[in-house]
């Protein structure tokens, strides 16, 4: 029902940054992995600034696809946006021990 609802606000308003964020978040819930990294990737394509996509896309490819090197781009990029986010700071950290950099 939530999928529905976020495609039929998204035929309206198909660049709309914030259900767009959320409807990433529902296909990474569901598994659709790739489809949800496109989601984000069009976000910030269309809204550079829009940090929830960037984090959200951190995530993904950090937790649920094992793409170190884009999970630590978006970190980066969002702590330097987004200063003083502790939790984003570390998983930074844990990262680069990670990647060896």
């Known amino acids: 029902l939530a ?3 976020f495609q039929k606000a998204l035929k309206f308003n198909p660049t ?3 259900a767009n964020n959320q409807y990433g978040i529902l296909l990474r819930k569901t598994g659709r992995f790739s489809e949800a990294k496109g989601i984000y990737e ?3 394509e269309a ?3 829009f940090q929830p996509a960037r ?3 951190g995530i993904l490819c950090d937790l649920y696809m094992n793409d170190l090197g ?3 781009e ?3 990029a969002y702590a330097e946006a987004v200063p003083g986010d502790e939790s984003v700071e570390l ?3 844990d990262l680069q021990r990670r990647v060896g950099g």
Request: glycine content about 0%; hydrophobic content about 40%; proline content about 8%.
């Open 42 to 44: 069009n976000v910030l």
């Open 91 to 93: 998983w930074i950290v």
């Open 55 to 57: 984090k959200n896309l």
């Open 74 to 76: 978006n970190y980066k």
């Open 16 to 18: 709309h940054p914030v």
């Open 3 to 5: 999928e529905k609802s």
């Open 47 to 49: 809204y550079p600034d």
């Open 70 to 72: 884009c999970a630590l």
